[in-house]
């Protein structure tokens, strides 16, 4: 049977820890060659610091005696707890995570045990208690200023961010302040107070969670949406100090499931690329080996097959009508066409299913625009082409490139914006551009939209009602949102086992994603055999603000 697990995990910061450029951790400690100084003079335990894959370490003790903080080592476990004013990090040796007062956040650059003694990465300790980090590469000389300001650290959520599931936990640090109990201390004191926390609400102090212990603040059962977080350092007499320290955090929260399991008995075997719904609530998609197109229901999930093409497809479309388009690559290429009757009743003979036009080598992803022309990318080819409403083929070179050999794709995903212009994805690079259309339908001018190590794998795309581009980047198990300025804003993320694996094809329908899990095994997909498998997944994003 197949093993159906998943992770539904709190999106979590994962704020950039390292010291440089992010590497794959595995390299062991080499000594390091940078001097640290804190406030202006050199730190006394620069000498024994250590780079692990370019981040710096120091350690632990030393720095902890620099910071005035307290840190309990369980050299057994392989533990470390760093505390100070209140706040306790905890470690545990290469593991990359850190519990920032109790609450579970990732880090780049885990802890280190040379010689049987912990070392803690510079970046992240100091910054997590206030300080502020400086790097000079041509000097090689790591800079670290304290403020003696108060101030305030939101952890575990950023502006803009997704959170899956209907639970938010954070971590307040406080920089240069003390959490007392304001039950027993009620006497106003510099430097002494408590935090009140509110999600969604006016900010009456009665409404708010009230924290003075620097414990995890978590609320529940949140609905899928636009969520604003607000938190503020009160004095013991719990009126605000001035100047008033208070920190607003707008975010997005996100259900995930899994609309439809293709395969219940196995987790390998089909390959589910394409996905796309009509306004009656049926959602479409083909499995590439047994050639099946299917229909499932979007209330239910149930699910029935419709057909068996007479080629393997891969992307779908709709146009105006209701009739659904499919792509099958390949050398020759040609377009399938189902006709909207034959969606709505029971299955039907493959001789219902017509080739609507050849000689679309690579065919993969479809968009149909104002004019009910269709425009379908070519994959490795770079060709865009243009099938025009009487079936006229055109070919229009794309221009884009591959930046990686084991993966050639450089034009997949494809979407009409509000704007008129035509966005499509590089599978290769990790890249959106986008090309104005001349009033003949040809390309013209191409423009970089983003660009980012997030968008690796970067397969379909589809415009959400918030008018931003939804990508599966399918070598990452990832959904990536992309606004019109290049704002690049991870929405869902796994590992192997699911909900996400090898997502290929996003399609809206409301506030509502569809997501084809095409289950190849490669990147963080890889090996592809735990998890869900060939499936349906689906987003509810709730209202989205343009």
Not at 66 to 91: H, P, V, Y
Not at 322 to 338: H, K, P, T
Not at 521 to 530: A, F, H, S
Request: hydrophobic content about 40%; proline content about 4%.
């Amino acid at each position: 049977m197949k093993i159906k697990q998943w992770l539904t995990a709190t999106a979590v910061a994962t704020s950039s820890l390292i010291l440089l450029s992010s590497i794959a951790f595995a390299a062991d400690p080499v000594k390091s060659d940078m001097v640290l100084k804190l406030n202006g003079k050199d730190a006394e335990f620069t000498a024994r610091t250590y780079l692990v894959d370019n981040s710096l370490y120091g350690p632990a003790d030393e720095v902890a005696k620099q910071l005035g903080a307290e840190i309990i080592w369980n050299a057994a476990a392989k533990t470390l707890a760093l505390r100070k004013s209140g706040s306790t990090l905890e470690f545990t040796a290469n593991m990359k995570a850190v519990k920032v007062n109790g609450v579970e956040l990732a880090l780049a650059a885990p802890l280190q045990v040379v010689g049987e003694k912990p070392y803690v990465p510079v970046r992240f300790i100091y910054e997590s208690l206030g300080y502020s980090i400086g790097y000079d590469s041509k000097t090689r000389v790591v800079s670290v200023g304290s403020d003696s300001k108060p101030s305030l650290s939101v952890l575990g959520i950023n502006e803009g961010q997704y959170v899956l599931g209907s639970e938010l936990k954070i971590a307040v640090l406080a920089q240069n302040l003390t959490l007392t109990d304001f039950t027993v201390n009620k006497t106003p004191k510099a430097g002494e107070g408590h935090l009140l926390v509110w999600l969604d609400t006016d900010l009456d102090p009665k409404l708010a969670i009230t924290s003075y212990k620097g414990e995890p603040i978590a609320f529940n059962q949140m609905k899928p949406g636009e969520h604003t977080l607000t938190v503020q350092w009160v004095g013991n007499d719990s009126l605000p100090l001035q100047p008033d320290l208070k920190q607003t955090i707008k975010f997005n929260s996100a259900q995930i499931s899994i609309l439809a399991d293709l395969d219940p008995q196995k987790a390998t075997g089909m390959r589910t690329e394409g996905v796309i719904a009509n306004t009656k609530g049926h959602v479409f998609t083909v499995d590439s080996d047994s050639k099946k197109l299917y229909r499932i229901m979007a209330d239910s999930g149930k699910v029935d097959v419709l057909t068996e093409l007479p080629r393997a497809a891969t992307g779908l479309g709709l146009d105006a009508a209701g009739n659904l388009y499919m792509a099958s690559g390949g050398q020759e290429g040609v377009i399938l066409r189902v006709l909207a009757k034959d969606l709505e009743g029971g299955m039907f003979d493959t001789a219902q299913v017509e080739t609507y036009v050849s000689g679309v080598a690579g065919a993969n992803g479809m968009a149909f625009d104002k004019k009910g022309n269709l425009y379908v990318t070519g994959g490795a080819n770079g060709n865009i082409y243009m099938v025009t409403p009487d079936r006229q083929l055109h070919t229009f070179k794309s221009g884009l490139q591959a930046e990686r050999t084991d993966q050639l794709i450089v034009v997949n995903g494809i979407a009409f914006g509000q704007d008129g212009k035509l966005y499509v994805s590089n599978t290769s690079s990790g890249e959106i551009n986008r090309f104005t259309v001349n009033a003949d339908g040809s390309l013209g001018s191409t423009e970089l939209v983003a660009k980012s190590p997030l968008l690796y794998g970067a397969d379909g795309i589809n415009f959400g009602p918030d008018q931003a581009l939804y990508v599966c980047a399918n070598e990452r198990n990832s959904i990536v949102k992309v606004t019109l300025d290049g704002k690049v804003t991870e929405v869902a993320h796994n590992d192997n086992h699911g909900p996400l694996e090898f997502p290929a094809s996003p399609y809206f329908v409301g506030n509502t994603l569809y997501i084809s899990n095409f289950d190849q095994p490669r990147g963080d997909n890889k090996p592809n055999e735990p998890g869900i498998g060939a499936s349906i997944a689906q987003i509810q994003l709730g209202t989205v603000s343009k």
